[in-house]
C-alpha cells in the first residue's frame, strides 16, 4: 500500500506562485510515475502534470504548460508542483497520485492523495 499526503494549497491572487508538494509513503519503491491532477467546481477530474520516477521525463497539460513545473525528490518521496502565473481559472481541488506501471491511459493511477484546495482570485 502507498500513502499520499499533499500540501501547499491556500488562496492567492491571480499572477501570484504556490507551491504544492505531496509526501508518498509505504511501497514507494516500486513507484513508476506521479502525477497531479486537480478538479474545479462543477468538473469533472483532469489531469495537470506528471512525471516518471526513473526517468524525471515531464508532462504537462496544455492549460499550466510553461506556468507550473513538476519536480520529485526520489531520497525523500516527494513530488512537487510549482504554480507561477496562477489564473483564476486555476483553481480546484489538486491532486497527487502515484502509479506503480506503465499504463496507455495517461490518467490511470493506482493511489491517490486526499487533495487540496487552492483558490485563485482576480
Known amino acids: 500500500q502507498v500513502q499520499l499526503v499533499e500540501s501547499g494549497g491556500g488562496v492567492a491572487q491571480a499572477g501570484d506562485s504556490l507551491r504544492l508538494s505531496c509526501a508518498a509513503s509505504?511501497?514507494?519503491?516500486?513507484?513508476?510515475?506521479m502525477g497531479w491532477f486537480r478538479r474545479a467546481p462543477g468538473k469533472e477530474r483532469e489531469f495537470v502534470a506528471a512525471?516518471?520516477?526513473?526517468?524525471?521525463?515531464?508532462r504537462y497539460a496544455d492549460s499550466v504548460k510553461d506556468r507550473f513545473v513538476i519536480s520529485k525528490d526520489n531520497v525523500k518521496n516527494t513530488v512537487s508542483l510549482q504554480m507561477n502565473s496562477l489564473k483564476p481559472e486555476d483553481t480546484a481541488v489538486y491532486f497527487c497520485?502515484?502509479?506503480?506501471?506503465?499504463?496507455?491511459?495517461?490518467?490511470?493511477?493506482?493511489?491517490w492523495g486526499q487533495g487540496t484546495q487552492v483558490t485563485v482570485s482576480s
Open positions: 497520485a502515484l502509479r506503480l506501471r506503465y499504463y496507455s491511459d495517461y490518467a490511470r493511477y493506482d493511489y
Open positions: 509505504g511501497r514507494t519503491f516500486s513507484s513508476f510515475a
Open positions: 512525471i516518471s520516477w526513473s526517468t524525471s521525463t515531464t
